[in-house]
């Protein structure tokens, strides 16, 4: 059971980014994922959430019109997409998966503690 992120670099200001989430040894059709970030010195925060059970998308107030989340279910995986990036949304993205339990489309979904398997970072860097 494991979660891949992928697709982080070096962009300048204005410019895009695609996220990846490849998911391996299990399916993402019962899991809601979740995108996190941490920059230095701050707290994990929420980003961005895409629930299996109802196909619902969440996304920070900070992000919203400019991240766009997808899930690709023959692929098992789920996109990130980016754009207009400031350098305030430079920081190390994680990709989550929360399990929805019965159909049930998972609740708060900001909170880390709804998640249970976490991928490896991936390194965002927005500057000129």
């Known amino acids: 059971v494991q979660l891949q992120a992928s697709g982080g670099g070096l962009v300048q200001p204005g410019g895009s980014l695609r996220l990846s989430c490849a998911a391996s040894g299990f399916s993402l059709n019962y899991y809601a994922i979740g995108w996190f970030r941490q920059a230095p010195g701050k707290e994990r925060e929420g980003v961005s959430c895409?629930?299996?059970?109802?196909?619902?998308?969440f996304y920070a107030d900070s992000v919203k019109g400019r991240f766009t989340i997808s899930k690709d279910n023959s692929e098992n995986t789920v996109y990130l997409q980016m754009s207009s990036l400031k350098p305030e949304d430079t920081a190390v993205y994680f990709c989550a998966a929360a399990p929805e339990i019965l159909g049930r489309r998972v609740t708060t979904w900001y909170n880390p503690e709804k998640y249970t398997t976490w991928g490896q970072g991936t390194l965002v860097t927005v500057s000129s």
């Open positions: 895409i629930s299996s059970a109802d196909g619902s998308t």
